[in-house]
């Protein structure tokens, strides 16, 4: 049997036949599919027995652990979503069933398209969200494995091979990703891989609808994959064809064009709701003067070190890939040497940011800025480390190369046994942290309430009541819909207008007569669903009493009461909610003019600033120009807003920085009353109020209005801060 090191597969045993290697391969596949099973039921169980009404993930305490469970909810809806309508109603995809009456809610976060094969199959045989999507989870891992495998045999014999496949699949950071389900479906980068490489080889075109397929399937899993396959085309698909250029021919050129020219035209289509939602100006935005947390350079340098070093690979990865780096290679493997190298180098320059901090001196600049720039949609990027995943998919490669060198000369027998004993090894030196059961019995047997509306209702739309107060709760009102599919004004997103804010203030006041009328002026309500356990005595008095006219008692179950709504609006402004033309007050949407002048004036705090209590700042906006300025509305692009900054005095360090919607627009030489909440209480110290009016997208409006700077002083707290919390004001 040949051993030469510059084989490639195909030229590993010569004297074999074609049938002969496909049936090897055909067999190490099922191994592979076989091992990573088994290293899965092991990976999740306990669960396993529970999952038609458990969800296991890590739970931190604090702000972070509510938003993980609100982030569980909003991705269980949205693949949930996905699968019903392409079910019953595919055009309407993307318009899912939360924050009506906006259009396009599945885009406010990940759509999770790329889940859908291997969840929809599960949620329509059962109906079970969650067993669906527990089962989803669990197929994500053998399928990463086993797409590991068949790029790393484009280069490996069997037994490496399927030790890059098990190294890929199982990291530590792919068992604490829940509940960001988004972030597991990694199959796609090694297949992309494959494709390129089979089609420049061989120039089958079962190899270019391989890679179409890859690249679209990728992109739909996470907006962040999305972009993470952009940047390893960009720099993979150039140095593979300097590879192969010995061999390109019009046929694998024209062929390699028409791929991307598919792929691009396939993503393009699925991710055009996120670029409507950029055009209105509800999709943020980073660049040098506005970074979140993620782009800081020593966070993202921080969080790339994590994603490499406890959360990718482990220990025994690194050591066979420092073997395969250090042991020279000859012909192919050189070039797969070359190839896994450059990935490793792609993903940790992407996961670094714009800035990269490299541990000494200053942050230098990046290549990354040059895809913020010039890639549309690449700004909205907000959390770099996931790009760490190409550093990953290199680092295994290396990790087999390793392998394959220090095992070339054993028997194929004794080179699996090995890979078994690796792959158990590496397993046993993760640090698993517990992951507790989160029920969600409502799978299985939905609020009656709500099941009553899935058979009565006449799908109009719902609003829950009190209004919710927390993300967790948004969230998974928003989840619970699925128990119906009947519009709901609620929602819990990444991005999206803001009029549930508002809606949910007026909704206080009910059952108030003014209050159902200002309601339904607004949004075309149905139904209203009261949960008497959530509300106070006084609340529930009030809900005891005599019912306002056009609203009428229809059921009640336990705690919670249905009530249709019949009331027409007075003065219907629905069609206004959420217009991108039109303000709610009725003023046409555009820039504003150039000769436009105004002014603002800081009126003073709601209370003297002392350390650890939340602080209103009220102002005054005169638009001294002759025309409206439109201001009043949900889809910021267009509307005229305050975008206000509390910077440090002392060092001038951004403590603060947020963006405020007006109520109503700006009328021509108006005094117009404005104000808002900061964020956050403020610790003792010295500071500066920065305010300036802005007209997001169609350009900022300081040459026409000067902005202005308050300095100010936050007295020490004379009461300890302990068990204080921020008030609850009105949106503004």
Not at 74 to 97: E, M, Q, V
Not at 564 to 581: F, G, I, K
Not at 623 to 648: H, K, M, Q, R, Y
């Amino acid at each position: 049997m040949v051993r030469t090191e510059d084989a490639t597969p195909e030229r590993l045993a010569p004297d074999h036949t074609d049938d002969e290697r496909r049936g090897s391969d055909r067999t190490a596949l099922a191994a592979v599919l076989a091992l990573s099973s088994l290293v899965t039921v092991w990976w999740l169980w306990p669960g396993i027995p529970t999952w038609d009404t458990e969800v296991a993930y890590a739970m931190v305490g604090g702000v972070l652990g509510r938003l993980q469970e609100a982030d569980f909810y909003l991705n269980a809806w949205a693949i949930t979503w996905a699968s019903h309508a392409l079910a019953t109603d595919p055009t309407a995809l993307f318009h899912g069933n939360t924050f009506f009456p906006a259009r396009y809610s599945l885009a406010y976060s990940e759509s999770l398209l790329g889940y859908v094969p291997l969840f929809a199959p599960i949620y329509w045989a059962t109906g079970n969200a969650i067993l669906a999507l527990n089962a989803m989870t669990a197929l994500t891992y053998p399928l990463a494995a086993v797409c590991a495998f068949l790029m790393a045999r484009l280069w490996l014999r069997p037994a490496p091979a399927a030790l890059v496949g098990m190294l890929y699949a199982f990291t530590l950071g792919r068992y604490v990703t829940a509940p960001h389900y988004q972030y597991l479906g990694v199959a796609g980068f090694p297949l992309i891989v494959l494709g390129l490489e089979q089609w420049l080889r061989h120039a089958r075109t079962r190899s270019a609808v391989l890679l179409v397929c890859a690249i679209v399937w990728q992109s739909m899993c996470s907006a962040y994959f999305l972009y993470g396959v952009l940047t390893l085309l960009l720099v993979l698909v150039p140095a593979s064809l300097w590879h192969h250029r010995a061999r390109l021919d019009r046929r694998r050129i024209l062929g390699l064009g028409a791929a991307g020219a598919a792929a691009a035209g396939f993503v393009v289509a699925l991710m055009w709701p996120y670029l409507v939602l950029r055009a209105q100006g509800l999709m943020a935005a980073y660049d040098d003067q506005t970074e979140s947390a993620g782009l800081v350079p020593f966070i993202a340098r921080k969080q790339l070190q994590g994603e490499l070093f406890v959360l990718g690979p482990n220990a025994v990865a690194w050591v066979l890939a420092a073997v395969g780096v250090l042991l020279p290679e000859r012909g192919e493997l050189r070039w797969a040497k070359r190839a896994a190298l450059l990935l490793v180098v792609t993903g940790c320059v992407a996961a670094l940011g714009p800035r990269m901090a490299l541990g000494f001196g200053e942050p230098i600049w990046s290549p990354y800025v040059l895809l913020r720039d010039w890639v549309p949609g690449f700004a909205t990027v907000r959390n770099v480390n996931r790009f760490a995943v190409l550093a990953t998919l290199g680092v295994v490669l290396l990790a087999g190369l390793g392998a394959q060198r220090l095992t070339r000369r054993l028997a194929t027998p004794t080179q699996a046994a090995l890979v078994v004993v690796t792959v158990v090894v590496a397993l046993a030196l993760l640090r698993f942290p517990p992951l507790p059961a989160h029920p969600v019995p409502e799978a299985k047997n939905p609020p009656a309430a709500l099941a009553w509306l899935r058979e009565h209702g006449d799908g109009r739309a719902l609003l829950e009541l009190p209004a919710a107060d927390s993300a967790p709760q948004h969230s998974r009102r928003t989840f619970l819909s699925t128990a119906h599919w009947h519009p709901v004004v609620e929602g819990y997103a990444t991005n999206g207008p803001k009029h549930v804010g508002m809606i949910g203030w007026l909704s206080r006041a009910l059952p108030d007569g003014s209050a159902l009328q200002q309601i339904v002026d607004l949004v075309d309500v149905g139904w209203l669903l009261v949960h008497r356990g959530e509300m106070d005595a006084r609340s529930r008095a009030l809900w005891d009493g005599p019912l306002p006219a056009g609203l009428e008692r229809v059921a009640a179950f336990d705690t919670d009461v249905l009530y249709r709504v019949t009331r027409a609006p007075r003065h219907d402004r629905r069609a206004l909610l959420v217009n991108a033309t039109t303000t709610l007050d009725g003023t046409k949407i555009g820039p504003v003019a150039a000769s436009c002048s105004g002014s603002i004036a800081f009126v003073g705090w709601n209370r003297p600033p002392t350390a650890g209590q939340t602080l209103r700042a009220d102002l005054t906006i005169t638009n001294a120009s002759a025309e409206t300025w439109p201001a009043a509305g949900f889809l910021p692009a267009g509307l005229v807003a305050i975008d206000a900054t509390v910077v440090d005095a002392t060092n001038d360090h951004v403590v603060a920085k947020l963006r405020v919607r007006l109520d109503q627009d700006l009328q021509p030489n108006v005094r117009s009353p404005a104000k808002f909440w900061l964020p956050s209480p403020l610790g003792a110290g010295r500071y500066v109020l920065r305010v300036h009016l802005v007209q997001p997208v169609r350009g900022a409006l300081d040459d026409c209005v000067p902005p202005i700077e308050v300095p100010f002083e936050v007295a020490p707290s004379t009461t300890p801060p302990a068990g204080l919390e921020a008030g609850k004001a009105a949106p503004s």
